[in-house]
């Protein structure tokens, strides 16, 4: 698990050197910010279904055959179940990321492992990118979450 703790650890054990102040200063900030970001994992957490739910019918409101380009899905009622299942995968993963208040899962295991996947499967990632960003653009403070969760959400 990659955190900003063990990032600032490990790069000054790498260095064999004890942690700067601004080392430690990048520590409190990720400590000071805590709150904001768990404050976000908890709303994303009741609302997985939803949220996922309002990224497919985003992606199929402007896709209606499911996908950006060449290979269009051939059963809709198919497609929206797959893509609602991967959506609510990589907001687990979202969420992973703003309890541990690093990217490192996200990074390793959605952007780089499922970019494999998808040219492998010759899926369309223009699809996901579409419905990743009606979800960004969606959240609202307070309706959703205070503004340094909604802040802290979208970074």
């Known amino acids: 698990m990659k955190s900003v703790i063990t990032t600032v650890v490990g790069a000054a054990d790498s260095a064999s050197r004890f942690p700067t102040a601004s080392d430690m200063e990048s520590v409190q900030g990720s400590i000071q910010r805590a709150s904001a970001r768990l404050e ?3 709303k ?3 609302n997985y ?3 996922a739910q309002e990224a497919v019918d ?3 409101s402007q896709y209606p055959n499911g996908a950006t380009g060449r290979q269009p ?6 497609g929206k179940e797959k893509y609602k299942r991967d959506f609510v995968h990589y907001l687990r993963l979202v969420n992973y990321c703003l309890v541990t208040g690093g990217t490192g899962p996200l990074d390793e295991l959605a952007i780089n492992g ?3 996947v998808y040219k492998a499967l010759s899926i369309d990632a223009g699809t996901y990118v579409a419905g990743f960003s009606h979800i960004r653009s969606r959240g609202c403070a307070p309706r959703d979450m205070s503004a340094q969760a909604l802040t802290a959400y979208n970074q």
């Open 44 to 46: 994303l957490a009741s």
């Open 49 to 51: 279904d939803q949220v």
């Open 114 to 116: 499922q970019k494999e």
């Open 40 to 42: 976000a994992a908890e």
């Open 58 to 60: 985003a992606v199929y």
């Open 73 to 78: 899905r051939k059963c809709a009622t198919e």
